[in-house]
Each structure stands twice: as C-alpha cells, then as structure tokens.
C-alpha cells in the first residue's frame, strides 16, 4: 500500500506561483509513474500534469503547458508540480496519484491517490 501526501496549496493572486509536493511512503516510488489531477467545484477531476517512473518523460494539460512544471526527486519519495503564472481558473484541489505500470492521462489508471490540497486563485 502506498500512501501519499500533498502539500503546498494556499492562497494567491492571479500571476502568483506555488509549488505542490507528493511525498509517498513507499521505498520503491521510483518505480511509479505519477499524475497531478485538479478537481474545481462542482466539475469533475481532469488531468493536470504526469511524470514517467524515472522522470524522463512529462506530459500536460493544454491548459497549463508552459505555465506548469512537473518534477520528481526519487531519493526523497516526491514528485513536486511548480505552478506559474497562476490564473483564477487554477482554483481546485489537487491530487496526486501513482501507478505502477505504464503511465496515463486517466485518473481511473492509477492505483493510489493522496487526499488533495487546495489551491485558490484570486484575482
């Protein structure tokens, strides 16, 4: 069993950065792929941003390209999502979730998923 935690969400103004970070309990994080999925009130759960077992790979959502990073640190068990340039339209909890195999945009693909953090978006 894998246990993930999200930290990193809060308040900030249009134009704003913050950084996410997905800390999981597993030893062999390195071998999971890991995705960044938001969910804003009353829509349902999108794909954000997801990162190969190795870091090698990424791949995003139109809508962040070029405003969202995603990163990975596999020697402290953590993938990290540095946002830029954040718009009101931002506003959601963010998950993260990792699977083991292969890796997708589809949140129904993965095995574990944190509890969110939530990041707000003034503008």
């Known amino acids: 069993q894998v246990q993930l935690v999200e930290s990193g969400g809060g308040l900030v103004q249009a134009g704003g950065s913050l950084r996410l970070s997905c800390a999981a309990s597993?030893?062999?994080?390195?071998?999971?792929?890991v995705g960044w999925f938001r969910q804003a009130p009353g829509k349902e759960r999108v794909f954000v941003a997801r990162?190969?077992?190795?870091?090698?790979?990424?791949d995003y959502a139109d809508s962040v390209k070029g405003r969202f990073t995603i990163s990975r640190d596999n020697a402290k068990n953590t993938v990290y999502l540095q946002m830029n340039s954040l718009k009101p339209e931002d506003t959601a909890v963010y998950y993260c979730?990792?699977?083991?195999?292969?890796?997708?945009?589809?949140?129904?693909?993965?095995?574990?998923w944190g509890q969110g953090t939530q990041v707000t978006v003034s503008s």
């Open positions: 597993t030893r062999t994080f390195s071998a999971y792929a």
């Open positions: 979730a990792a699977k083991q195999s292969g890796w997708t945009r589809d949140g129904a693909g993965y095995n574990y």
């Open positions: 990162i190969s077992w190795s870091g090698g790979s990424t």
